[in-house]
């Protein structure tokens, strides 16, 4: 209750220093896990896309932050769950597959950083071999514009994405990656930036 109401109170700061206008939010499933998959270019974007979407997300978040006095803290309760990057991290997939089975929602960012406007883009095949793993849609969601005080910020939520593992074995990481490229370059599309 105390994280839906603020959410609530965030979701109002949210409109009044940023113009944010969320379409097709219709495209978000109601019930059951999902993976949301979003472009990652500011801090704004983790608080911002939280509380304007109709679900909680749990975010998979740098480990660093979790070090942080209060802010760790601030995070666990959240429902955000750390994980080591630069390297796969089995205990973090393990962890976005146990939030996945109880039907919740997970956000991931599929460069696994922040990458401002102007950096290459490249995703990491973890996205997709979390959806493979589990058998949740990626739901990719794209912010768009630039956050400065009162400027427009548009959050566009495209149509869920399946993966598919071949009926007996796994997916390549090649195959794992070259989906989640996939999914990055509709995010990217959808943002304007492709």
Wanted: charged share 20%; aromatic share 8%; hydrophobic share 45%.
């Amino acid at each position: 209750m105390l994280y839906k109401f603020l959410s609530f109170l965030l979701r109002i700061f949210m409109h009044l220093i940023f113009r944010v206008k969320v379409s097709n939010i219709e495209n978000f499933p109601k019930e059951g896990p999902v993976i949301v998959s979003i472009n990652h270019t500011s801090y704004w974007d983790v608080p911002l896309v939280g509380c304007m979407m109709p679900r909680k997300l749990h975010y998979m978040a740098k480990q660093d932050l979790f070090k942080v006095p209060l802010l760790g803290g601030f995070m666990k309760w959240v429902g955000a769950f750390p994980v080591a990057r630069g390297k796969g991290d089995i205990g973090a997939i393990r962890t976005a597959l146990e939030v996945l089975n109880q039907g919740k929602v997970v956000a991931i960012f599929p460069e696994g950083r922040r990458v401002k406007k102007g950096m290459e883009h490249s995703a990491k095949p973890g996205v997709a071999l979390i959806a493979e793993k589990s058998g949740a849609p990626i739901l990719p969601i794209a912010i768009g514009g630039t956050y400065r005080l009162f400027a427009r910020v548009p959050i566009t939520v495209g149509e869920p994405v399946w993966v598919e593992a071949p009926e007996k074995g796994h997916l390549s990481s090649d195959e794992l990656k070259e989906i989640s490229s996939g999914v990055l370059h509709t995010i990217l599309t959808m943002a304007g930036e492709a």
